[in-house]
């Protein structure tokens, strides 16, 4: 019986040699079909998915068939098969577990990390954008930009400098849209 599966389930492949050419034991096999339900609906449960189920499977009775011969228990005299096979089948599914969260914890830091320097990167392209801006523009209207910038309102930019805030509003974008002419349209001091 080459695969064990229940029709409409994942499969894992039921082979008597493993990848070196030893011999799996035919009572861990045996273990391993009857067990196989309740190892793949274990994977279900824990991941959403059994998409790992027959992988787990495999390494378990590979690892429990060389086990058993390590210790020359002859095949059927082990009355504990199924009980070490699916101790190991659980011990690998934790590991995967794991591992998985350590990847994605790794991967979401990452990404954390990558999203600060981005925010620094813009941040300091921010900064320089600003200050070529400066260079081509009035005193007043650096001076109404550094005020935007620091969140105060039409109306106290045009009090401070003693003009209408009307005034101040329209003399500063007139300036902005000839100082984009000049330097590029990336800038945006804010409104």
């Given at each position: 019986?080459p695969?064990?599966?229940?029709?409409?389930s994942?499969?894992?492949?039921?082979?008597?040699?493993?990848?070196?050419?030893?011999?799996?034991?035919?009572?861990?096999?045996?273990?391993?079909?009857?067990?196989?339900?309740?190892?793949?609906n274990?994977?279900?449960?824990?991941?959403?998915?059994?998409?790992?189920?027959a992988?787990?499977?495999?390494?378990?009775?590979?690892?429990i068939?060389?086990?058993?011969?390590?210790?020359?228990?002859?095949?059927?005299?082990?009355?504990?098969?199924?009980?070490?096979?699916?101790?190991?089948?659980r011990?690998?599914?934790?590991?995967?577990?794991?591992?998985s969260?350590?990847?994605?914890?790794?991967?979401?830091?990452?990404?954390?990390?990558?999203?600060?320097?981005?925010?620094?990167?813009?941040k300091?392209?921010q900064?320089?954008?600003?200050?070529?801006?400066?260079?081509?523009?009035s005193?007043?209207?650096?001076?109404?930009?550094?005020?935007?910038?620091?969140?105060?309102?039409?109306?106290?930019i045009g009090?401070?400098?003693?003009?209408?805030p009307?005034?101040?509003?329209?003399?500063?974008?007139?300036?902005?849209?000839?100082?984009?002419?000049?330097?590029?349209?990336?800038?945006?001091?804010?409104?």
């Amino acid at each position: 019986m080459p695969w064990a599966q229940e029709e409409g389930s994942s499969q894992w492949w039921d082979r008597e040699f493993d990848d070196d050419g030893i011999r799996i034991r035919a009572d861990v096999r045996q273990a391993a079909h009857d067990n196989w339900p309740v190892a793949r609906n274990r994977v279900r449960v824990v991941q959403g998915d059994t998409t790992e189920a027959a992988e787990l499977m495999e390494a378990a009775v590979i690892h429990i068939s060389h086990y058993l011969d390590r210790h020359h228990l002859p095949l059927f005299t082990c009355e504990n098969v199924s009980s070490l096979l699916m101790l190991h089948f659980r011990q690998e599914l934790r590991r995967r577990i794991g591992k998985s969260r350590r990847t994605e914890h790794i991967t979401e830091q990452n990404s954390q990390d990558a999203v600060q320097r981005e925010n620094w990167v813009d941040k300091a392209n921010q900064r320089i954008d600003l200050q070529r801006l400066c260079l081509v523009l009035s005193r007043r209207s650096c001076a109404i930009m550094g005020m935007r910038l620091l969140g105060r309102s039409w109306e106290n930019i045009g009090e401070r400098l003693g003009i209408s805030p009307y005034t101040a509003r329209n003399s500063f974008w007139r300036e902005i849209r000839e100082a984009k002419g000049k330097i590029g349209n990336r800038i945006d001091p804010g409104e």
